[in-house]
């Protein structure tokens, strides 16, 4: 490789494995591909698990995995793509957090792995196998990875504490097992 080195390789594989797969999970939510619910099988699921409107909430992941993913698999405006996909992903580790770590136990593993992949890239830049470097960085600048990150890191935030206190609302006032 003479004006391409073994970085910029490994963050074009970074981003199109983890670009794909996010892109893949958003079209699933939006369109009902690859088996998914589409927008009213998600937006039932997302108010089951405490995410409302659920059709709004399932428009928001579907548009941050999708868009973020295809953006980042393209390497175009990196910091943004990485901030709402890295979003998407810390909302669904919300969710699957109660059951551990590990994925074959429902466990946030994969949607955590997922979501630092993507933030990682956001920090890290695309690589000079990118759209960014072909438009001179116009979408990547300096600036624009913490700020994408702060304000993604808000309204996550809000959403989950949002999703938090509904659930804590729906709980109110039954009561558990008090001996088996």
């Known amino acids: 490789m003479t004006c391409y080195d ?17 892109a893949a ?11 998914g619910g589409g927008i009213e099988g998600t937006g039932q699921f ?29 390497g175009l405006a990196t910091p943004a793509a990485g901030a709402a996909a890295a979003g998407a992903m810390a909302g669904a580790s919300a969710v699957h957090a109660p059951n551990g770590f590990f994925n074959q136990e429902g466990g946030f ?9 993507a933030a990682g890239l956001a ?13 001179g960085h116009a979408a990547d600048r300096q600036w624009m990875v913490p700020a994408a990150l702060g304000v993604t890191a808000a309204v996550t935030a809000m959403a989950v504490g949002a999703r938090g206190r509904r659930l804590r609302k729906a709980r109110e006032g039954q009561q558990g097992t008090l001996f088996e």
């Not at 920090?123 to 438009?135: C, N, Y």
């Open 25 to 35: 999970h958003g079209t699933q939510k939006l369109f009902g591909w690859f088996g």
């Open 6 to 22: 073994r970085r910029d390789l490994g963050l074009l594989l970074l981003r199109l494995g983890t670009g794909g797969a996010l």
């Open 109 to 117: 593993e994969y949607a955590a792995s997922l979501g630092l992949t």
């Open 123 to 135: 920090v890290s830049g695309p690589g000079r196998l990118s759209l960014d470097h072909l438009l």
């Open 46 to 74: 997302m108010d089951s698990i405490g995410y409302a409107p659920g059709k709004v909430s399932a428009a928001a992941a579907g548009v941050a995995e999708t868009g973020g993913g295809l953006l980042l698999a393209l």
